[in-house]
């Protein structure tokens, strides 16, 4: 075996390890899960290791939105300044964002209970809760996972669900809007009025950026999978992720032609031709020799699985402040969904 393989795959054994001792899961019902209507064709799920390793990392994934999304919606239920800011967009987006929160973190308990149940190692990221919060009204101060104040979002989703191209055959979409290294959460109580503005409209476009990465992940790793059960998580989670991303996607429609000093350049969404237009438009899928098809994209290993989601994030800023521990955990995480075949 290969070195670097070696050194991946022990890193990932002493992260889950570690993690594991550290977890305060505990083992659900059986019962729970082996009712009439269970898919469980006995009262204990068995997995094999690419399945386990494609529900491990899902799990790191979905502790990793808890998070994100925890802090929103502690800031849209507390932060007056910045819930206005989000109405601003739309009426909606601050219960969208905690309704986003509650969704995210039991999908994360789920999977871990799940895996639990199925005599396996779930996934506690708690050792990484070290980046501060920001020091602002209604934000607890406690230590988190993910970093939302210097971030570069990827706007190329909203041109790509509007076009017929395709990342899988090597299609690329401008930025509607350059957002780099900007916070997507207010830093400081003194930022108020048309800047606080432009900080949540970089946020509305970074919460339709995660989820739509959510929905092509499950879309790639459900391929790799084998056992039914696992099949059936990642069918009846995954559209979950697409459910969000249609919500954020459609609150863009609120975003106002802005430009502020420091800040991204925002266009008026109301002027764009493809105002409204937020049905995903048939594209190419599988061969372009087959009829254009409206379709989640991209959905290949490469453009779309654990490392190019995980790559995604690190690019993105979410992870800014971080171990090396953490990163090497998630990049092998990451490496082993990836290489799981359906078997
Ligand atoms: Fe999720």
Redesign the pocket.
Known sequence: MEDSKVGTMQNRRSFLKATATAGALTLPGIGLLTGAESVFASSKPTINDNDLAVLQFLAAA?LL?CDLWGQYCELAKNNEGFRRALQEIDESLPDYVCGDFE??CS?ASFINAFLVAAGKDPVNLDSFRTLPSVPVEGAKDIGRLTNLTNLTVDTSYYERYRQHGNPDFGDTFEQIVTIKNQPTVPTSDSIRGLDLLSIAQSAAFHFAAIEQG?SSLYNSLITKVTSLDVVAILAS?GP??VYHFAVFQTALEGIRDLERPGGPEFPDIADRPNRGDIMPEPCSFLDKSFPICSVIRPRNTNTAGAVAAATGLVKSGLFEGQSQAFFDAVVALASAADSAIRS
């Open positions: 979905e939105e969704d995210e999908h959510g989670i979950t992720e």
